[in-house]
């Protein structure tokens, strides 16, 4: 089982027309997660300068919505002006949150100021309450529950959850995907992001673009031999990982690399089924008259919608979507062996699997390719993962093998009968 790009659409974002804008409101956080890519430095952003950053990316990045993200944004104490602020704008404010800080009042107060929806960050890596901590992906899915059911009783708002991806809890991805799909009336999408980590005290070095040497050490994201051993999925792992436990779900868009021609840094898949029976996944033809005609329509492109009912007039797209089609005909299936369900609304429920930055042979970083989670730092554009090497050291850093390794004193070396090479990680 393996993805081809040509069977792939390649989403049509770029960094001056992209949907996604990420505002940096705090790096002020409530909980911990393993491989976090902001550090505590500044605190809370100033409203102005918020609003300033706002209107940048309302200028130059053509944005559907803004992700508000951190930190944890629920600590700012001016969120619900940040979101009508947003609103005014004329872009849609989707709030990032690992849900500590939500309560349903706060959540009501958003939402009558503009709020799209709420996409929460969970997995077992995180430290939070002692009651939480130590728990399986399955275990969280409590927690999970009690996020979504909090956004649809309050009704009207987009909802999708996160988690990270590591070696000892992909195994997990599919009662994950199982307890979204049974919920796929009020989870309108779930996202899976591979961890990566900046290697450290492995024989790499790190310098600016004007040669310095620094330590790289100082990023929270970067890690020695026992947390990179959690390191190393690919995007495609992950959905051969949930398609072969799912064959209803399929990719159907994609975004590339910066550097490997072959890698998938944001992979996009939509299902579509109702509550009890899962369908199909819609095609990249689909995919690809969704993104061109929501542009024709409104001048920006599609990413996240409060309504994910599936329209009767869909079927009408069965005519050039063979994927579509194939969903429809599963869907008259189960309506023949269950009738009751010829009432029921079918819902849209996207999986989206993110492959953060990897360090090639040569030191250059394979970042995402038209990066939607570009943030505003000091008047540019710059990938919002990587931020914190611009406020420690003023620049994006670039690793190399260390040229210069202090060997121990000779004198304490014991003499060997012949010589032995060992390679360098």
């Known amino acids: 089982?393996?993805?081809?790009?040509?069977?792939?659409?390649?989403?049509?974002?770029?960094?001056?027309?992209?949907?996604?804008?990420?505002?940096?409101?705090?790096?002020?956080?409530?909980?911990?997660?393993?491989?976090?890519?902001?550090?505590?430095?500044?605190?809370?952003?100033?409203?102005?300068?918020?609003?300033?950053?706002?209107?940048?990316?309302?200028?130059?990045?053509?944005?559907?919505?803004?992700?508000i993200a951190g930190g944890e944004p629920l600590m700012h104490p001016d969120i619900v002006e940040i979101i009508r602020y947003i609103d005014e704008l004329g872009m849609k404010p989707l709030l990032l949150t690992n849900g500590r800080a939500l309560t349903r009042e706060v959540l009501v107060e958003m939402k009558r100021v503009g709020l799209l929806g709420v996409a929460f960050h969970v997995d077992k890596m995180q430290q939070r309450q002692p009651e939480w901590n130590h728990k399986t992906e399955v275990e969280l899915n409590e927690l999970r529950q009690y996020y979504v059911d909090m956004v649809h009783d309050v009704g009207g708002l987009y909802c999708n959850t996160g988690m990270t991806v590591y070696q000892s809890n992909v195994h997990e991805i599919p009662e994950v995907v199982r307890w979204g799909n049974r919920n796929i009336d009020r989870v309108h999408g779930m996202v899976f992001i591979t961890f990566r980590a900046a290697p450290v005290d492995l024989g790499i070095e790190y310098v600016t673009p004007d040669g310095a040497h620094v330590d790289a050490g100082e990023l929270s994201y970067s890690a020695g031999q026992g947390v990179m051993e959690d390191t190393g999925l690919t995007s495609e792992d992950v959905w051969r990982t949930i398609r072969t436990e799912f064959p209803h779900y399929d990719a159907s868009a994609y975004?590339?690399?910066?550097?490997?021609?072959?890698?998938?840094?944001?992979?996009?898949?939509?299902?579509?089924?109702?509550?009890?029976?899962?369908?199909?996944?819609?095609?990249?033809?689909?995919?690809?008259?969704?993104?061109?005609?929501?542009?024709?329509?409104?001048?920006?492109?599609?990413?996240?919608?409060?309504?994910?009912?599936?329209?009767?007039?869909?079927?009408?797209?069965?005519?050039?979507?063979?994927?579509?089609?194939?969903?429809?005909?599963?869907?008259?299936?189960?309506?023949?062996?269950?009738p009751?369900?010829?009432?029921?609304?079918?819902?849209?429920?996207?999986?989206?699997?993110?492959?953060?930055?990897?360090?090639?042979?040569?030191?250059?970083?394979?970042?995402?390719?038209?990066?939607?989670?570009?943030?505003?730092?000091?008047?540019?554009?710059?990938?919002?993962?990587?931020?914190?090497e611009w406020r420690l050291f003023g620049s994006f850093l670039t690793p190399q093998m260390a040229t210069d390794i202090s060997l121990p004193d000779e004198s304490n070396i014991p003499e060997i009968e012949e010589e032995t090479l060992i390679p360098v990680p």
Request: hydrophobic content about 35%; overall charge positive.
């Open 340 to 388: 009751g369900r010829l009432f029921q609304p079918i819902y849209l429920q996207s999986i989206g699997i993110i492959q953060a930055p990897d360090i090639m042979p040569d030191g250059r970083a394979d970042m995402c390719d038209s990066c939607p989670d570009m943030t505003v730092y000091e008047g540019n554009l710059i990938n919002s993962c990587r931020m914190d």
């Open 1 to 67: 089982m393996q993805l081809s790009k040509r069977s792939l659409y390649r989403m049509p974002w770029s960094m001056n027309d992209n949907p996604i804008g990420w505002l940096e409101t705090t790096d002020k956080c409530n909980i911990h997660c393993l491989g976090c890519y902001r550090l505590q430095i500044a605190g809370h952003k100033p409203l102005e300068q918020i609003k300033e950053e706002l209107r940048f990316f309302k200028e130059w990045r053509n944005c559907y919505n803004i992700s």
């Open 255 to 338: 975004l590339g690399g910066t550097a490997n021609h072959a890698s998938i840094k944001w992979l996009l898949g939509v299902q579509a089924g109702v509550k009890g029976a899962m369908y199909g996944s819609i095609g990249a033809r689909t995919m690809e008259l969704s993104q061109v005609y929501y542009h024709w329509a409104h001048g920006t492109y599609l990413t996240y919608a409060r309504n994910n009912k599936l329209g009767f007039g869909s079927v009408l797209l069965g005519l050039v979507d063979p994927e579509v089609r194939a969903a429809f005909k599963a869907r008259l299936g189960d309506v023949l062996r269950h």
